[in-house]
């Protein structure tokens, strides 16, 4: 299985997510997308954006500092 890195640290709500949309068109199945992010709406968004897009959100994790790491399954 593939992973890719998309790192979104610095962005405000809701530019993570809008990255994560387009980075979502390049991206073939089985490939799994890790996101790096330091904005507090990031896990809420990304929950919603895996739900309505039907991906799967295999993690979203806060890994200190403010920043959080989500996994996402293509």
Same mark, same amino acid.
């Given at each position: 299985?593939?992973?890719?890195?998309?790192?979104?640290?610095?962005? $405000?709500?809701?530019?993570?997510?809008? =990255?994560?949309?387009?980075?979502?068109?390049? +991206?073939?199945? #089985?490939?799994?997308?890790?996101?790096?992010?330091?904005?507090?709406?990031?896990?809420?968004?990304?929950? $919603?954006?895996?739900?309505?897009?039907? =991906?799967?959100?295999?993690?979203?994790?806060? +890994?200190?500092? #403010?920043?959080?790491?989500?996994?996402?399954?293509?």
């Amino acid at each position: 299985m593939a992973t890719e890195v998309l790192d979104c640290n610095g962005m $405000k709500c809701p530019q993570p997510v809008l =990255k994560v949309a387009i980075q979502a068109r390049k +991206i073939a199945p #089985g490939t799994m997308l890790e996101v790096l992010a330091d904005c507090s709406a990031f896990p809420n968004d990304i929950k $919603k954006w895996c739900e309505k897009n039907k =991906k799967t959100l295999l993690s979203c994790s806060d +890994i200190g500092g #403010g920043s959080y790491k989500a996994q996402i399954q293509f």
